[in-house]
C-alpha cells in the first residue's frame, strides 16, 4: 500500500493527558510504524516542548493558556504552519479539533486543494460544559450558537469520523454528514492482564481496606465525580479503598466535597500519574468506576479492560455501547450515587464474572482502529480526486 503523508492539527497536545492527545500518539506511532509520515501541528508553549522527547515532525504554535481551563493553549498564530504545509506536501489533513488550529487546518486544505477529515473528539456543544468554563454572558450566547458552528465546521471538511456510533448518530441528527466510525484505540501492549500492580495496590490499600477501586481521568465538573464521592460514602463500611487518578480545574472543588462527606480514610486523590506508571494503577484495582456523561468513546474504561478490570459506568451516550452488563462491567442510572454504589458493590462480590474485558479492548486495540482510520483516509482522499 503507497504510503501517505499526513498533517495532524490539534488545539490539544502534550503535556495535557486526555483522549485527544492519547488518540494522536496513539495513531501517530501506528501510522509511522506502517510506513507512513504523520506530521503534527499543535498548539502549545515551553512545556509542550519539553514535553515532546523524542517525537518526530512535531511542530509546536505559541499560544496561549485557556485560562478557565488551563490543561488546553489557544494559538496565537495557527496560519504560520502554512508555509511548512506547503514544504511537506500532505496528502491529507486531519484536525483532531475545531478551535484555532482546527481553523487553520480546514482553511489550509481549501486553499491548497488537500483532502482533510476531522474527529468529532469532545462534546464543547454541550450547554453544561460552556457553563462551567466561560462567563455568564460568553456561555449564553455559545449555547445558542455552538452546534451551528459545529455544522459549519465539520460540514466543510470532506469527511467526519465519530469515535463511536451514538456520537454519529448525534452528529446526523444535527445535520452533520459524511460521517465515518472510527474508535480511538487502546494500546493492548501496554495495558494488559500480564502487568504487576502489587506493590501499587499494597501501598494504596494498607491495612483496613480489601477492595479497591480505580478512578482515571480529568478532574473536572463534567466528569460527574460528585456521583462517584456520593457512592464512596455509601459504602465507606465495606472496606473499599476510592483512588482517583488525575488532574483538573476542578480539583479543590472534590477535594473539599470529599472532606465534607468525610472520606479521608476512604477516598485518595493520586494526582498525575506519569504514562509508565499508570498500567500498575489498572492491575492494582478491583473495578474501575467511570461516573462521567461526557465521553464521546471513554478510552479510559477501554484501558482498564484491557488490563482485565470490570467497568461500573454511566449508562449514557458512547458508555452505554462499550459495557455490557455482566459481560465486561456493570451500567448504573446516570447520576444516581445510590445505584452507583449497588453496582460497584454487585462487581466487587462478583469479580471472576466478568470475563469478557479483555476481548472488549482488543476490538478497540491500535491495530484494529487505524485499519479503519486508513480507510476513511484513502476513501476521502479518492473521493476528492474523483
Known amino acids: 500500500m503507497e504510503s ?122 454541550d450547554k453544561g460544559i460552556i457553563a462551567n468554563y466561560l462567563s455568564k454572558r460568553a456561555s449564553k450566547v455559545l449555547s445558542k450558537y455552538s452546534w451551528r458552528y459545529a455544522k459549519f465546521f465539520y460540514n466543510r471538511c470532506n469527511s467526519v469520523i465519530a469515535p463511536s456510533m451514538t456520537v454519529k448518530q448525534l452528529l446526523l441528527n444535527e445535520g452533520i454528514e459524511n460521517i465515518s466510525v472510527v474508535p480511538n484505540s487502546v494500546d493492548t501492549d501496554k495495558f494488559n492482564p500480564e502487568v504487576d500492580g502489587r506493590a501499587v495496590r499494597k501501598r494504596l490499600l494498607g491495612k483496613d481496606h480489601e477492595k479497591l477501586v480505580l478512578y482515571v481521568g480529568r478532574i473536572s465538573k463534567e466528569k460527574k465525580i460528585s456521583v462517584l464521592l456520593k457512592a464512596a460514602m455509601r459504602m465507606s463500611d465495606k472496606k473499599v479503598k476510592f483512588v482517583l487518578v488525575g488532574t483538573g480545574p476542578a480539583m479543590s472543588h472534590y477535594t473539599s466535597m470529599a472532606r465534607r462527606l468525610g472520606l479521608g480514610d476512604v477516598l485518595t486523590f493520586e494526582g498525575f500519574v506519569s504514562d509508565k506508571a499508570l498500567p500498575k494503577y489498572y492491575a492494582a484495582a478491583d473495578a474501575f468506576c467511570i461516573p462521567s456523561t461526557f465521553e464521546t468513546q471513554g478510552i479510559v474504561s477501554l484501558e482498564a479492560m484491557a488490563c482485565g478490570k470490570p467497568v461500573v459506568g454511566a449508562d449514557w451516550r458512547a458508555l452505554h455501547e462499550i459495557i455490557k452488563d455482566g459481560r465486561n462491567g456493570e451500567k448504573f442510572n446516570a447520576g444516581d450515587s445510590a445505584e452507583c454504589a449497588r453496582k460497584l458493590e454487585k462487581v466487587l462480590n462478583n469479580i471472576g464474572s466478568y470475563k469478557e474485558t479483555v476481548r472488549t479492548a482488543k476490538q478497540y486495540s491500535i491495530e484494529a482502529t487505524t485499519d479503519k482510520l486508513l480507510k476513511v483516509y484513502r476513501e476521502t482522499i479518492n473521493n476528492m480526486t474523483v
Open 4 to 125: 501517505l503523508n499526513i498533517a495532524f492539527y490539534t488545539d490539544s497536545f502534550l503535556p495535557a493527558h486526555d483522549g485527544v492527545v492519547t488518540s494522536i500518539l496513539n495513531f501517530k506511532a501506528e501510522l509511522e510504524k506502517r510506513g507512513h509520515t504523520v506530521y503534527v501541528f499543535a498548539s502549545g508553549n515551553s512545556s509542550t516542548k519539553s514535553h515532546i522527547g523524542g517525537q518526530k515532525n512535531v511542530y509546536i504554535t505559541r499560544s496561549l493558556k485557556f485560562n478557565r481551563y488551563p490543561q488546553y493553549n489557544v494559538a496565537l498564530t495557527p496560519f504560520l504552519s502554512s508555509l511548512k504545509l506547503k514544504e511537506l506536501e500532505p496528502d491529507i489533513i486531519h484536525a483532531h479539533t475545531p478551535f484555532t488550529m482546527g481553523v487553520s487546518a480546514l482553511a489550509l486544505a481549501r486553499l491548497n486543494k488537500i483532502p482533510i477529515t476531522s474527529t468529532f473528539h469532545t462534546l464543547f456543544t
